[in-house]
C-alpha cells in the first residue's frame, strides 16, 4: 500500500513538472542598446603642422569665452568589427528632436558642461536604444613671463638668413660688433612678431600634449610671454609696447557681455604657468658682457659696475618682487593654480665638464671657468630662490627640468639650445642664442605636462 502511494505521487509530480516544461519559455537577456564612443574635436588642430605659422595663441577674448565645441560621435563599430547592414541611425541631443544620420554624427554644443545623447538604431523591424551623458570640459591654461615661455631662439616658421660676421658692412653702414644680414632668404615667422612668441615653446607645446591626452575634453591655450620681459617690465609693468600681462590678462578673461567687478566673475584659469626672473638678474647683458671681456667677467674680474655684479644685488632681493607680483595676480586675476617654472641649464657639455661658450664674433668666447662662476652663484641660486618663494607662496614649482638638460648644454654635440650663430642664420639677430632649440623645448614641454597634466584633472 504504502509502495503503491509512493509511485503514485512520483507520477502526479512527473506529470506537472513535464506540463511545466512544456510551458515555460527561458528568460532572454535584454538585448544590449548600441554602443557609440565619443570625442571632443581639439582646439590645436590634430597635429603640430596644423598650427603652423600662426598658431591659436594669439591673445583674444572670443577665443578665450567661445562655449562651442564640436563633438564627433562614432558608433559604426560592432562586436564583429562590422557595421550593421541595413540600419538606421537617429541621433538626439538633450530634449531636441531625432536627427537620422549615419553611424558616425557631428554635432556642435553652444554650452559645455553635462549633455543626454541617445542613439536609436532600427534594423530588422527591430529598434535598440543606448543614452549617455557626456560631460564637456575645457581647462584654460595661461602662459606669462620671458623668452624662455614666449619660444624665443625657435620661430613658428625658421627663417634664412645670409650672414656675415664683423667686421662687414650693412646697408652702407660699417659694423665692428653685430654680424651683418646681406639676405634675407626667407623671413622668420612668429605668432607674435613683437615678443618673438611662438607655438614651439614649451608651454605651448604642454597645453597641447594635454589635450590630445583626452579625447572628452579640450584646451583653451593663451600666451602672453614676452621675450626680454621681466617682473617689473613686462608682468607688472609696460614691455615693448605691450600692456603688462597680468593686466591684459585680466581683461581678456572678463566676458565683455556680462563685464566683471571683480576676479570673482572672470573666466578662471585652471592652469597659469608663470617663467620669469633671468632678465631680472639681467642674464643678456651677461652674456654680452661677459663675451667681450677678454680677461674673464668673474672673480677677481667682477667690478662694482659689472652686470654680474648687479645681478648678484638683484639676487638678493627678487625674492620680494615674487611676492609683489603674488598679491598682483590675487588682486587682479581668477586663477586656480599657478605653476612657476625652473630655468634650463646650458652649461654642462656631455662631457660632464661646464662649457666654454663661443661662436662670437673675432673668435670670442665665455670661458669654462666663467661660465661654472655664473652658474654656481647666479643661475642655481635663482633656481634654488624660486623654488622657495613657490612653495612659500603656495604655488606650484615645476623642477626638474634643469637637470635634464645636463650634458646637453650650449657645446655639447647634441645640445639643446641655440648658438649664436644658429640665431643669426634662423631668426636674423642674436637674441634666440643660448635659449632652448626645438628639442629642449620638447623636453620643456614634457615636464610641464608631468605635473600639470594630472593636476587638472582631480
Given at each position: 500500500?504504502?509502495?503503491?502511494?509512493?509511485?503514485?505521487?512520483?507520477?502526479?509530480?512527473?506529470?506537472?513538472?513535464?506540463?511545466?516544461?512544456?510551458?515555460?519559455?527561458?528568460?532572454?537577456?535584454?538585448?544590449?542598446?548600441?554602443?557609440?564612443?565619443?570625442?571632443?574635436?581639439?582646439?590645436?588642430?590634430?597635429?603640430?603642422?596644423?598650427?603652423?605659422?600662426?598658431?591659436?595663441?594669439?591673445?583674444?577674448?572670443?577665443?578665450?569665452?567661445?562655449?562651442?565645441?564640436?563633438?564627433?560621435?562614432?558608433?559604426?563599430?560592432?562586436?564583429?568589427?562590422?557595421?550593421?547592414?541595413?540600419?538606421?541611425?537617429?541621433?538626439?541631443?538633450?530634449?531636441?528632436?531625432?536627427?537620422?544620420?549615419?553611424?558616425r554624427y557631428d554635432y556642435t554644443?553652444?554650452?559645455?558642461?553635462?549633455?543626454?545623447?541617445?542613439?536609436?538604431?532600427?534594423?530588422?523591424?527591430?529598434?535598440?536604444?543606448?543614452?549617455?551623458?557626456?560631460?564637456?570640459?575645457?581647462?584654460?591654461?595661461?602662459?606669462?613671463?620671458?623668452?624662455?615661455?614666449?619660444?624665443?631662439?625657435?620661430?613658428?616658421?625658421?627663417?634664412?638668413?645670409?650672414?656675415?660676421?664683423?667686421?662687414?658692412?650693412?646697408?652702407?653702414?660699417?659694423?665692428?660688433?653685430?654680424?651683418?644680414?646681406?639676405?634675407?632668404?626667407?623671413?622668420?615667422?612668429?605668432?607674435?612678431?613683437?615678443?618673438?612668441?611662438?607655438?614651439?615653446?614649451?608651454?605651448?607645446?604642454?597645453?597641447?600634449?594635454?589635450?590630445?591626452?583626452?579625447?572628452?575634453?579640450?584646451?583653451?591655450?593663451?600666451?602672453?610671454?614676452?621675450?626680454?620681459?621681466?617682473?617689473?617690465?613686462?608682468?607688472?609693468?609696460?614691455?615693448?609696447?605691450?600692456?603688462?600681462?597680468?593686466?591684459?590678462?585680466?581683461?581678456?578673461?572678463?566676458?565683455?557681455?556680462?563685464?566683471?567687478?571683480?576676479?570673482?566673475?572672470?573666466?578662471?584659469?585652471?592652469?597659469?604657468?608663470?617663467?620669469?626672473?633671468g632678465n631680472d638678474l639681467m642674464?643678456?647683458?651677461?652674456?654680452?658682457?661677459?663675451?667681450?671681456?677678454?680677461?674673464?667677467?668673474?672673480?677677481?674680474?667682477?667690478?662694482?659696475?659689472?652686470?654680474?655684479?648687479?645681478?648678484?644685488?638683484?639676487?638678493?632681493?627678487?625674492?620680494?618682487?615674487?611676492?609683489?607680483?603674488?598679491?598682483?595676480?590675487?588682486?587682479?586675476?581668477?586663477?586656480?593654480?599657478?605653476?612657476?617654472?625652473?630655468?634650463?641649464?646650458?652649461?654642462?657639455?656631455?662631457?660632464?665638464?661646464?662649457?666654454?661658450?663661443?661662436?662670437?664674433?673675432?673668435?670670442?668666447?665665455?670661458?669654462?671657468?666663467?661660465?661654472?662662476?655664473?652658474?654656481?652663484?647666479?643661475?642655481?641660486?635663482?633656481?634654488?630662490?624660486?623654488?622657495?618663494?613657490?612653495?612659500?607662496?603656495?604655488?606650484?614649482?615645476?623642477?626638474?627640468?634643469?637637470?635634464?638638460?645636463?650634458?646637453?648644454?650650449?657645446?655639447?654635440?647634441?645640445?639643446?639650445?641655440?648658438?649664436?650663430?644658429?640665431?643669426?642664420?634662423?631668426?636674423?639677430?642674436?637674441?634666440?642664442?643660448?635659449?632652448?632649440?626645438?628639442?629642449?623645448?620638447?623636453?620643456?614641454?614634457?615636464?610641464?605636462?608631468?605635473?600639470?597634466?594630472?593636476?587638472?584633472?582631480?
Amino acid at each position: 500500500m504504502r509502495g503503491r502511494v509512493i509511485r503514485l505521487w512520483v507520477t502526479v509530480l512527473t506529470g506537472v513538472l513535464v506540463g511545466l516544461m512544456s510551458t515555460w519559455v527561458p528568460a532572454q537577456t535584454p538585448a544590449a542598446g548600441p554602443v557609440f564612443s565619443w570625442r571632443m574635436q581639439d582646439r590645436f588642430g590634430t597635429s603640430r603642422a596644423d598650427f603652423a605659422p600662426v598658431p591659436v595663441v594669439t591673445p583674444n577674448a572670443a577665443y578665450i569665452h567661445s562655449p562651442q565645441r564640436l563633438v564627433q560621435f562614432d558608433a559604426c563599430p560592432t562586436p564583429s568589427g562590422r557595421p550593421t547592414p541595413a540600419a538606421a541611425y537617429a541621433w538626439r541631443i538633450d530634449a531636441l528632436p531625432p536627427v537620422q544620420a549615419g553611424c558616425r554624427y557631428d554635432y556642435t554644443f553652444s554650452t559645455l558642461g553635462r549633455h543626454r545623447v541617445g542613439l536609436t538604431v532600427t534594423a530588422a523591424d527591430a529598434a535598440a536604444v543606448t543614452v549617455q551623458t557626456i560631460d564637456l570640459t575645457d581647462y584654460l591654461i595661461v602662459s606669462l613671463g620671458d623668452s624662455y615661455a614666449s619660444g624665443e631662439g625657435v620661430p613658428d616658421v625658421e627663417g634664412e638668413f645670409a650672414v656675415s660676421f664683423p667686421p662687414c658692412r650693412q646697408a652702407g653702414a660699417f659694423s665692428v660688433r653685430q654680424p651683418c644680414v646681406e639676405r634675407v632668404v626667407r623671413p622668420a615667422q612668429w605668432s607674435d612678431a613683437v615678443c618673438h612668441r611662438s607655438s614651439w615653446a614649451g608651454p605651448a607645446q604642454a597645453a597641447l600634449a594635454i589635450e590630445r591626452a583626452d579625447p572628452h575634453s579640450t584646451v583653451t591655450f593663451v600666451s602672453l610671454a614676452c621675450s626680454g620681459a621681466s617682473i617689473e617690465k613686462g608682468l607688472l609693468g609696460g614691455h615693448r609696447g605691450q600692456t603688462p600681462q597680468v593686466d591684459e590678462l585680466a581683461r581678456l578673461l572678463c566676458n565683455r557681455t556680462t563685464g566683471c567687478s571683480g576676479p570673482e566673475q572672470q573666466r578662471q584659469v585652471d592652469a597659469l604657468l608663470i617663467s620669469i626672473g633671468g632678465n631680472d638678474l639681467m642674464f643678456s647683458e651677461i652674456i654680452t658682457y661677459c663675451a667681450t671681456s677678454i680677461f674673464g667677467c668673474t672673480g677677481l674680474h667682477m667690478t662694482a659696475q659689472s652686470p654680474v655684479t648687479q645681478a648678484q644685488q638683484a639676487l638678493a632681493t627678487i625674492g620680494s618682487k615674487y611676492v609683489t607680483l603674488f598679491r598682483a595676480i590675487n588682486a587682479t586675476v581668477n586663477v586656480r593654480a599657478v605653476y612657476l617654472t625652473e630655468n634650463a641649464d646650458a652649461t654642462v657639455g656631455d662631457d660632464g665638464q661646464y662649457c666654454s661658450i663661443g661662436g662670437f664674433p673675432y673668435g670670442l668666447r665665455i670661458s669654462s671657468g666663467d661660465v661654472a662662476w655664473l652658474q654656481q652663484n647666479l643661475m642655481l641660486r635663482l633656481n634654488t630662490t624660486e623654488g622657495t618663494v613657490a612653495r612659500t607662496l603656495g604655488w606650484v614649482f615645476i623642477d626638474g627640468i634643469a637637470d635634464q638638460f645636463h650634458g646637453h648644454g650650449y657645446c655639447a654635440s647634441d645640445p639643446w639650445f641655440v648658438t649664436y650663430p644658429e640665431s643669426w642664420r634662423r631668426q636674423g639677430d642674436d637674441e634666440g642664442t643660448m635659449h632652448p632649440n626645438q628639442r629642449g623645448h620638447g623636453v620643456y614641454a614634457a615636464r610641464i605636462r608631468e605635473i600639470v597634466g594630472p593636476a587638472l584633472r582631480r
